[in-house]
């Protein structure tokens, strides 16, 4: 691979490594393409606090850091700006508008939460209620509708322990609608290696004969996490076994 898109770094109060290390592990693992991609920060109301997040006080600092290291690293790779954002109806509007401030090349959409990380529930926390999947595949397909986002992180984040058919049956509209915006679902590095419920067969088998297109992310949250899909034991199985190619990794980027 060139490209790694999704990645993080201390301020989101739960990676380690600052971000020359994780540049540096870049470099050395072979990429040529570099995007940082922070849990985003939300106009959150004051009397809350997320400790999974930057503060939205941090972003100025976020980028100027990038920037800088973006500019030092120039002749070795190419940095980008990004965020992993979380759409939500109340919250999204307000937030593109405070990040459109500052330099940023592009985001990356990841639903942990459904309808938002203050009034809903986790994502990838076992559930067997159906209600949890209908709704996060119904806000996971309006974020894509937005044509914000450059890619789909880790599609099949939302850890339903019920039935596959019922899995599959909800999941379908998501790829499709993936399939019909052109907007690639991310198969997750991190998840794999660290044995979570993501990423699945029956996700990427179903993806797969649909006919989507893919995405590797790293989703590093610390500088070891930067590293090639066949460094990662059992990863390239995984991708076999599904159809899944990856090539050089370099996607479109959508502007925000």
Do not use: W
Not at 46 to 55: C, F, L, N, V
């Amino acid at each position: 691979m060139l490209a790694n898109y999704h990645s993080h770094t201390v301020r989101c109060n739960h990676a380690s490594g600052t971000e020359r290390e994780y540049i540096e592990a870049a470099i050395t693992a072979g990429f040529k393409i570099y995007g940082v991609s922070d849990h985003v920060p939300q106009p959150y109301p004051d009397d809350y606090e997320s400790h999974i997040r930057m503060k939205m006080s941090e972003v100025e600092n976020y980028t100027s850091t990038l920037v800088k290291l973006r500019d030092e690293y120039k002749d070795d790779i190419q940095i980008l700006i990004g965020y992993e954002v979380e759409y939500t109806h109340k919250y999204f509007d307000k937030l593109l508008k405070h990040l459109r401030q500052f330099p940023l090349d592009y985001i990356i959409q990841g639903q942990h939460f459904a309808p938002d990380e203050i009034t809903g529930f986790y994502s990838g926390a076992m559930t067997d209620e159906e209600q949890h999947l209908i709704d996060y595949a119904a806000l996971t397909i309006e974020g894509m509708q937005t044509g914000y986002f450059s890619y789909l992180a880790h599609p099949d984040l939302i850890n339903y322990v019920g039935d596959d058919n019922v899995f599959q049956m909800h999941m379908r509209p998501v790829i499709q609608t993936a399939i019909d915006m052109n907007i690639p679902l991310e198969v997750n590095m991190l998840g794999f290696a660290t044995g979570r419920n993501y990423p699945c067969d029956r996700f990427f088998s179903l993806a797969s004969k649909m006919g989507a297109k893919f995405v590797i992310g790293c989703d590093a949250h610390a500088p070891k996490d930067v590293m090639q899909p066949e460094s990662l034991p059992g990863f390239v199985d995984f991708l076999n076994r599904n159809n899944i190619e990856y090539g050089d990794n370099v996607i479109e980027l959508r502007p925000v």
